[in-house]
C-alpha cells in the first residue's frame, strides 16, 4: 500500500510540475496530506461528468434525439438556455443550504446520482417517446438534469477548494478535460461506424454512457477525503441575494469578473449556431453527429492541458486570450455563409471551427473557473460561485432567447458577427480584471 501511495505521489508531481507535493497555500494542513489522493479522484470524477456532459450535450446530442422523436421545432431552441440557467440560476438558493454542511461532497454525490437518474430517463426517451409530448418529457427530463448540475456545480467548486491548493486547480481541471476529450473522441468515433444504424437506439446508447458517467463521478466524490468545513454564516435564499448583491457593490473584483464572464458567453452561444450551420449540410445523418463529437473530444483533449497550466498563472490571461480566440473564430464561421464555392457546402470548414472555437471554449470555461476560485476565500467561495452562477444563469435565459429569435430573423451569420462584437468587449473586460494567483 506504501508503494502505491508512493508511486501516486509520484506521478501527482509530475503531473502538476512540482517537486514536493506538499506544498499547499490556502488549504488545511490535513488537507495538504491527502492532496495527491484527492487530485486523482477529482480527475476521475471530473472524467466522468466532462464524458457525461459531452454525450447528453444540448448543443448537439438532444437536438438529434429530438429531431429522431419528431418534436416541434420551437422545443431544440429551448434546449440550451434550460440546460445553461436551469443550471446556474438556482445556486444563490442553495448556497446557504450547503454552507450549513460541514462536508459538502455529499451534496455533490446527490447532485451527481440526480443527473444520472435524469439520463436514463432522456435514454429511454430516445426509445419511446414521439411527437410534442415527447419533446416536453425531454424537456421536463433535462431540467430536472440542469438542477441537479447546479447543485453538484457549487458543491464542487466548494470541494476543490478545500481540498487542492492554488496553483494546482487548473492543472487539474485541464488534465482531467484532456482526458474526457480522449474519451470523448472514442465515443464519436464509434457513432460514426453506426451511421446505418436506427438513430434512436444509437443515441440512446449514448444517453446511457452518459448515465454511466455521472454514477462514476458520484462514487469518486464520495470517497474524497474532505475536512468538515466551517459552518457558520448559513443563509436563506433570500438573504443569499441580499448578502451577494452587497458583494458587487462593494467588491469591485467580483463585479468586474462578472462583467466580463457576462462578455464571455459568446464563446458558448456561438457553439451551436455553428454546429447547426454544419447540421444544415448533414440533415440528421449520426455520422455527421460522430465528426462533430470527435473533433470536440479532439479539441478538448489537446487543449484543456494547455489552459489549465496556463490558468495557473494568470486565469485573467487565459480570460482574454480566449475572448480573442472566441471573436476570431465567430467571423471565420460567419464568413463561411457568404463564401462561394462548393467547399462550404461540406461539413468539414464548420466541424473544423467548431473544433477550433471548443478548445477556445475550454480556455473560457478554465480561465473563469480558476478565477473565481482563486479570487474568493473558504469563507466566501461558495457564496461567490453561487451567485455569479445565478447572475450568469439570468443572463443566459433572456439572452438566449433574444438571440434564437434574432437568429430567426436575420440569419446565424449576422447573429455571430454580434457575438464576435461581443467577445472583442470580453477581451477589454478580462485584460483590466487584476491577477488574483
Known amino acids: 500500500m506504501a508503494e502505491h501511495n508512493v508511486s501516486q505521489t509520484r506521478l501527482y508531481e509530475w503531473l502538476t510540475g512540482d517537486d514536493d507535493s506538499r506544498l499547499c497555500d490556502d488549504i488545511p494542513e490535513s488537507a495538504c496530506d491527502e492532496q495527491p489522493r484527492n487530485f486523482f479522484l477529482h480527475v476521475w470524477a471530473s472524467l466522468g461528468n466532462k464524458l457525461a456532459d459531452e454525450l447528453s450535450s444540448a448543443r448537439l446530442v438532444l437536438p438529434w434525439l429530438m429531431g429522431i422523436i ?24 442553495v448556497a446557504g ?16 446520482l440526480i443527473q444520472a437518474f435524469a439520463a436514463l430517463a432522456l435514454a429511454v426517451l430516445a426509445l419511446f417517446a414521439n411527437g410534442t409530448l415527447g419533446g416536453a418529457l425531454v424537456l421536463a427530463a433535462l431540467v430536472l438534469l ?61 444517453l446511457a454512457i452518459a448515465a454511466g458517467g455521472w454514477l462514476m463521478n458520484a462514487i469518486a466524490a464520495g470517497r474524497i477525503q474532505e475536512a468538515a468545513g466551517a459552518v457558520e454564516g448559513g443563509e436563506n435564499g433570500w438573504d443569499s441575494i441580499k448578502l451577494g448583491l452587497s458583494l458587487l457593490k462593494n467588491d469591485r473584483t467580483f463585479l468586474h469578473f462578472n462583467v466580463a464572464r457576462a462578455l464571455l458567453l459568446s464563446s458558448a452561444l456561438a457553439l451551436p449556431y455553428i454546429a447547426l450551420l454544419g447540421q444544415n449540410q448533414s440533415g440528421t445523418d449520426l455520422g455527421g453527429l460522430g ?31 480566449a475572448a480573442m480566440g472566441t ?3 465567430c467571423l471565420l464561421a460567419a464568413s463561411l455563409v457568404w463564401l462561394p ?16 472555437l471548443v478548445i477556445v471554449h475550454h480556455g473560457v470555461r478554465l480561465g473563469r473557473k480558476t ?13 461567490y460561485v453561487a451567485l455569479s452562477n445565478t447572475l450568469t444563469g439570468v443572463l443566459m435565459l433572456f439572452v438566449g432567447g433574444f438571440i434564437g429569435a434574432f437568429a430567426q430573423w436575420f440569419g446565424s451569420g449576422v447573429l455571430l458577427l ?9 477581451i477589454l473586460s478580462a485584460h483590466q480584471l487584476p491577477e488574483v494567483e
Not at 458543491?155 to 474519451?183: H, P, Y
Open 291 to 321: 465528426i462533430l463529437i470527435v473533433v470536440s473530444g479532439l479539441a478538448a483533449m489537446v487543449a484543456s492541458p494547455v489552459w489549465g497550466k496556463r490558468a495557473d498563472q494568470s486565469s485573467r490571461g487565459v480570460m482574454r486570450d
Open 418 to 426: 454580434i457575438l464576435a462584437a461581443t467577445a472583442v468587449g470580453a
Open 327 to 329: 471573436a476570431i473564430c
Open 341 to 356: 464555392g462548393e467547399w462550404t457546402h461540406s461539413i468539414w470548414p464548420y466541424a473544423t471551427i467548431y473544433a477550433l
Open 371 to 383: 478565477y473565481l476560485v482563486d479570487m474568493a476565500s473558504q469563507d466566501n467561495r461558495a457564496l
Open 97 to 112: 443550504f450547503i454552507r450549513l454542511k460541514p462536508r459538502r461532497k455529499w451534496v455533490w454525490v446527490a447532485g451527481a
Open 70 to 93: 419528431g418534436a416541434p421545432v420551437w422545443m431544440v431552441g429551448l434546449l440550451v438556455p434550460i440546460r445553461e440557467s436551469g443550471a446556474l440560476l438556482p445556486q444563490i438558493f
Open 146 to 206: 440542469s438542477l441537479a448540475r447546479g447543485l453538484s456545480s457549487i458543491a464542487t467548486k466548494d470541494v476543490l477548494g478545500k481540498t487542492i491548493a492554488k496553483r494546482r486547480r487548473g492543472t487539474l481541471m485541464g488534465w482531467s478535460g484532456s482526458i474526457a476529450g480522449g474519451a470523448t473522441l472514442a465515443a464519436g468515433a464509434v457513432l460514426m461506424l453506426f451511421e446505418s444504424r436506427p438513430g434512436n437506439l444509437v443515441v440512446a446508447i449514448l
